[in-house]
């Protein structure tokens, strides 16, 4: 039970992180130790200036996170419940909270906890073997915290299927959802989340990391807020020379292709 943290570094500058969560023997599933490590390595994540992107995944074939572990669940009392989710919530939250995107790359089950800790991923790629479900009422509790990101993410009608019969779906149907982003099969997984990557590595760093902290807050803030906030965000981008280096190759392309040859 670990967790692996391998950067790769990038031609377009920086590195991606790939994220491991390894408690392959029991489907990746959550216990009070591993969410401690899980949250202290995201963490060092943070003040990293070269970090681009984060590929979350879960170890071996059979699963992303197959839930909470169950045996800690059975265990818990009122004077423990508090605890324990709290720190699923902080696990989820740590990825959510990285100033940069995180792709969560799904291949086998993706339950509950597991479900919760892919919803405040920015994109989601799922192998066409993944299964998604949320049956925490199964064995008497709601699901909580994370979950409530489903209502935004699938709607919620949608969101009530999962969360009031505790039944599962398959990849395809995710994606008909809107749960995840690409669907592949499980050779090309890896193909597919590059197809993510690629453009987000290409684009400005400040740019994307700008995007993602106004996208946390419009989640947040009433439209009018949102407004000022973006305008704001637009204002600080030339803090930096980014847009004008960025601007300027872009304009010299485009007159390049109005010249005329020869």
Known sequence: MSVAVRREERPEGGH??????DN?????SL??????????????LVADPQLRLVVLTGAGERAFVGGADIGEIAALDRDSARSFITAVHYCCDAFRRLPVPVIARIDGYALGAGLELACPCDLRVASERSTFGMPEVRIGIPSVVEAALLPKLIGAGRARRLLLTGETIGAAEALAWGLVDLVAPPAALDEAVETLACPILAVGPNAIRLQKSLILEWEELPT??????GIDCFVSA????EPARMAGVMLAKLRARREPHG
């Open 16 to 21: 991606l992180v790939h994220f491991v969560i």
């Open 24 to 28: 392959a023997g029991k489907l990746n």
């Open 31 to 44: 216990n009070r130790a591993l969410m401690a490590e899980i949250v202290e390595a995201a963490g060092n």
């Open 224 to 229: 009018t807020a949102a407004v000022a906030r």
């Open 238 to 241: 030339f803090e930096t020379d």
